[in-house]
């Protein structure tokens, strides 16, 4: 019997299987490029992330040490001087700090440390008040950490400053900048024995600021001044308050600080140098520091405000900051005549003169105009803070007007700290850092009746800039 042989594929059929076939071939080749390209997008996309995380850092959140053994971290005291201290393996613990060591007798005075953070007030009630007791910080053995700690703590790493003061003078441009920030700095420079002229530094930013006694809403002042001050120069540091200050406390753990610097003004004022002064920044400034070390600071500042360079080689700028708009004020017949033997100077010698009201210019033209003023001058006042920010030179000068008698040393110690020179003045009678009288408030002191002689400080101001 005859097999029937299947007919011959059509032509249709011929080009409908071929049509298939390479559809199937085309669909498989799309299928590997796509996932060759995803494998490689993906590896591409890996590598660009490690590149941009640089050396890869393991996270530090913990430390652990054995329970049967004293090899806790010492704390180490780095630097000191009363009321601004670095420390080495500081612990914090139910809103308390303790200092780790079993050699006690190498710790300074805990009042010399810190305090309660109370307001500070003058008076022997209120000096007791402010004496720090275990509540605020302890010092304790290495086996009494053992007990507390257990066998490990949360790491808080890198610079940890700690602010022990309380809000009273935070929220003021001249406390926050002039006291604050210069103690701070003045201290901690100290540990930089090369900062150059150009503010190179080897030092690492603070990372962030714990503020124990003062909440979020009460560090900025009315110019908005402190917060341009932080922002630029240490524009990566956090802030922590009072309320996180409690929540770290009601934690109940205890965490290890890399680097804690612990300022209080409080325990800066029982220093020797600050009473003999009266400034607490005078404990700071009894540290060994090297020329340039306010440098790095005021070259952020200056970058911030837009002034990318110094001011280039030009005629001297007297910069006379008017408060006659203000409580304290000068007469204004003698606000009108020194304001004309200013000028007079700029006609007859080519000086740049500016009479200014610095709460009508900007931020920026505040620091801006500080940094090329050569001689700055004005009632005794907050706009004298920006004396700061003046360009280092032989001639710079600061001028304080006060009504006869009166004086207190905030600005002057502020210009002393920074190389600044300095004359204060009773009306046509000038003295200096040689020859300062004794801090005085005199009825009149913040009055509207502060008299100048604008003429003899004109004079000076010439004698000055031709030396």
């Not at 201290?85 to 613990?93: A, E, G, H, P, S």
């Not at 970058?303 to 280039?312: H, M, N, R, T, V």
């Not at 500080?370 to 700061?388: E, F, K, P, Y």
């Not at 920010?389 to 009166?406: I, V």
Request: proline residues 7%; negative net charge; aromatic residues 12%.
């Amino acid at each position: 019997m005859l097999r029937s042989l299947p007919a011959p594929p059509k032509k249709r059929e011929i080009l409908l299987f071929t049509v298939a076939f390479v559809f199937l071939v085309v669909l498989f080749g799309v299928f590997n490029l796509r996932e060759s390209l995803s494998s490689n997008l993906s590896a591409a996309f890996f590598k660009q992330a490690v590149d941009l995380a640089g050396d890869r850092e393991t996270w530090r959140i913990h430390t652990s040490w054995p329970t049967d053994q004293d090899v806790i971290p010492h704390t180490n005291i780095v630097l000191h001087a009363p009321g601004w201290t670095i420390f080495d393996n500081l612990y914090v613990m139910n809103g308390t700090v303790f200092v780790v060591t079993d050699k006690p007798e190498t710790i300074p005075p805990r009042k010399l440390l810190t305090s309660t953070g109370i307001e500070i007030k003058n008076g022997p009630v209120m000096e007791a008040a402010r004496v720090p007791t275990d509540r605020e910080m302890r010092i304790i053995s290495v086996a009494e950490a053992r007990e507390l700690f257990g066998s490990g703590a949360s790491l808080v790493d890198g610079v940890t400053w700690i602010v022990d003061d309380p809000p009273q003078f935070i929220p003021h441009y001249y406390h926050w900048t002039a006291e604050l920030f210069l103690g701070f700095w003045r201290t901690y420079s100290s540990l930089d024995p090369s900062i150059s002229e150009s503010g190179d530094t080897v030092l690492p930013a603070p990372r962030r600021m714990w503020f124990v006694h003062l909440d979020a809403d009460r560090w900025r002042d009315p110019a908005r001044l402190n917060q341009w001050m932080l922002r630029s120069t240490f524009p990566s540091v956090t802030m922590e308050f009072s309320n996180d200050w409690d929540d770290r406390a009601q934690l109940g753990r205890v965490f290890l600080l890399d680097r804690a610097f612990l300022s209080d003004r409080a325990a800066a004022r029982e220093g020797p140098h600050s009473k003999k002064v009266g400034r607490p920044l005078a404990e700071a400034c009894s540290l060994p520091g090297t020329p340039y070390w306010w440098s790095p600071i005021a070259r952020n500042i200056m970058k911030f405000s837009g002034l990318s360079e110094l001011p280039d080689t030009g005629p001297p700028v007297i910069t006379y900051i008017s408060r006659q708009t203000s409580g304290r004020r000068l007469i204004d017949e003698d606000h009108e005549l020194l304001v004309e033997a200013l000028y007079a100077l700029e006609d007859e010698y080519g000086y740049e003169v500016n009479v200014v009201s610095m709460e009508k210019l900007s931020r920026e033209e505040q620091i801006q105009l500080a940094v090329r003023t050569t001689i700055m001058l004005g009632v005794h006042g907050n706009g004298l803070t920006s004396l700061v920010w003046m360009h280092p030179s032989k001639h710079r000068t600061l001028m304080e007007f006060y009504y006869p008698g009166g004086f207190t040393p905030d600005y002057q110690y502020t210009a002393y700290t920074v190389g600044v020179n300095y004359y204060g003045w009773w009306d046509n009678v000038s003295f200096t850092h040689e020859n300062l009288p004794r801090k005085a408030y005199p009825k009149g002191f913040h009055g509207s009746q502060i008299p100048i002689d604008g003429v003899a400080v004109a004079k000076t101001c010439l004698e000055i800039l031709q030396s």
